[in-house]
């Protein structure tokens, strides 16, 4: 499998934590967003993904070349194909639950701090764009934080790592990166230490990533 990724794209950070926890090897190809108008946008990879975004999965099955790109679908196909370790609840309302606390990162904040979100607001509306990643992230993590109170535990879902904290964590490192206070957020950010302790959301880390930049 190839996993074409970004070190500090939050989306392909959670496919990194779904295939290290599933034990699933893979060849990491850095994708730059920056450098260069940024890579995403060139032919090459526009004919490997059209919404020219990262992540994107790779993988040959039966001599054919197979492409998924988006990171909820690309972590239900690895739920299908390699069911164990679950990373979805078996009864079906809190696996109900679990996408929803999954869908409040990637529907309800990720795409406000989308990089192509962030640049038109900067650079075309001339906007202040730290401060509205600030104002979605804050928003969004209040509503996380009071949804899961209803199944937390060590985890988000009880004491199993779920969709719902392989989305969470990342989104937590973005939060700092955007200023957001997260005092406010004992609870998930109790969760985001559990899951620091696990080494497959270690491996995962930005600043581990063959194509990490200095701070």
């Given amino acids: 499998m190839k996993l074409y990724s970004y070190w500090r794209s939050s989306c392909s950070w959670r496919v990194r934590i779904a295939l290290n926890l599933k034990g699933l090897s893979y060849e990491y190809v850095p994708v730059h967003l920056v450098k260069d108008g940024g890579e995403q946008n060139s032919e090459a990879y526009r004919s490997i993904n059209p919404m020219r975004t990262v992540p994107t999965l790779e993988l040959t099955e039966g001599g054919q070349v197979r492409r998924l790109s988006q990171s909820i679908a690309i972590l239900e196909f690895l739920e299908e194909r390699h069911p164990s370790p679950a990373l979805l609840p078996a009864d079906p309302y809190l696996r109900a639950r679990c996408r929803m606390l999954a869908e409040l990162v ?3 904040i990720q795409p406000m701090q ?6 038109r607001i900067k650079g075309e509306l001339k906007g202040d764009d730290k401060a509205w990643c600030a104002y979605w992230i804050d928003r969004g993590l209040a509503a996380f934080q009071a949804s899961a109170q209803e199944t937390a535990g060590t985890y988000c879902m009880g004491d199993a790592v779920s969709f719902a904290d392989i989305c969470l964590v990342p989104q937590l490192y973005g939060a700092r ?3 957001v206070d997260l005092a406010p957020y004992g609870l998930l950010t109790r969760i985001e230490a559990a899951c620091a302790s696990l080494p497959a959301f270690q491996a995962a880390l930005p600043d581990r990533q063959p194509d990490a930049q200095p701070a």
């Fill in 106 to 108: 990637n529907s309800g």
């Fill in 114 to 119: 989308n990089l192509g979100v962030l640049q």
């Fill in 177 to 179: 990166r955007f200023g």
